[in-house]
């Protein structure tokens, strides 16, 4: 069963986007995993097909109809087991821990906001998850949405040529990837480091534990503090 990503938007004409190329692209013409999106805009129910209105309470902006929003919901994911999620910054932060447990599901359901926000009681009443990519403000939650695909898609059985890439990556092992290099052998002077051409794979080991350490501690010590016995994914 292939991954499937439905996503319910205003602007469709955004997806597959960058998932369209390169080896996402290719899984896509393969089967490996579908998009569907979805024009919210196509459940409104008035002549002009409104999707949203003036915040109770006043305020400025303007908020996404819950009415209109869940019968788009209703229309493509009932009795779906897959989750259903909200592109949000108040959300949870999304992690890689949360993007494996994704990918090796079905599929997901995303909604992108747009505006001031959704109305709380579709958030409520259709069980969706609220999931940010970072501390900061986006347009909609179509930028968002790709971001989040991206991360799972190519992580997919199949998508990357070597299947190792996707382990030795920033965050799989609890700590930022250590520096990389590749000819030519000196570069504006700088030598790569002796012990990647050395051959010794135990010492090859340790150093980039130990640089994937170094820069952890100096540009996410969070990391650090959350487990302090993280960092081992090097070893043999």
């Not at 999707?51 to 109809?65: F, Q």
């Not at 009795?79 to 993007?99: A, I, K, N, Y």
């Not at 990519?133 to 347009?139: K, M």
């Amino acid at each position: 069963m292939s991954f499937r990503a439905t996503v319910l938007t205003l602007y469709p004409e955004m997806f597959p986007g960058h998932l369209g190329v390169s080896l996402a692209g290719k899984a896509l013409e393969r089967g490996e995993w579908s998009i569907e999106a979805v024009q919210i805009r196509d459940f409104a129910e008035d002549k002009h097909r409104t999707v949203d209105d003036t915040p109770a309470g006043g305020g400025a902006g303007m908020v996404l109809k819950p009415d209109v929003l869940a019968r788009a919901i209703d229309r493509v994911a009932a009795d779906d087991e897959r989750p259903r999620l909200l592109m949000s910054p108040r959300g949870r932060p999304l992690t890689q821990e949360r993007v494996r447990e994704m990918a090796a599901g079905p599929g997901v359901v995303i909604v992108c906001g747009r505006f001031e926000g959704v109305d709380q009681r579709v958030i409520d009443t259709r069980n969706l998850e609220e999931v940010s990519i970072g501390d900061y403000i986006l347009s909609g939650g179509e930028p968002a949405a790709l971001v989040l695909l991206d991360a799972v898609v190519r992580i997919l059985p199949g998508v990357m040529g070597n299947e190792l890439s996707g382990v030795h990556e920033s965050f799989e092992g609890g700590l930022l990837e250590h520096p990389h290099y590749t000819r030519p052998q000196v570069f504006e002077g700088q030598e790569i480091p002796a012990v990647l051409t050395s051959g010794n794979h135990g010492a090859i080991a340790k150093w980039r534990e130990a640089e994937a350490r170094k820069l952890t501690a100096e540009r996410r010590p969070d990391l650090l503090a959350r487990d302090p016995k993280c960092g081992n994914r090097f070893s043999e």
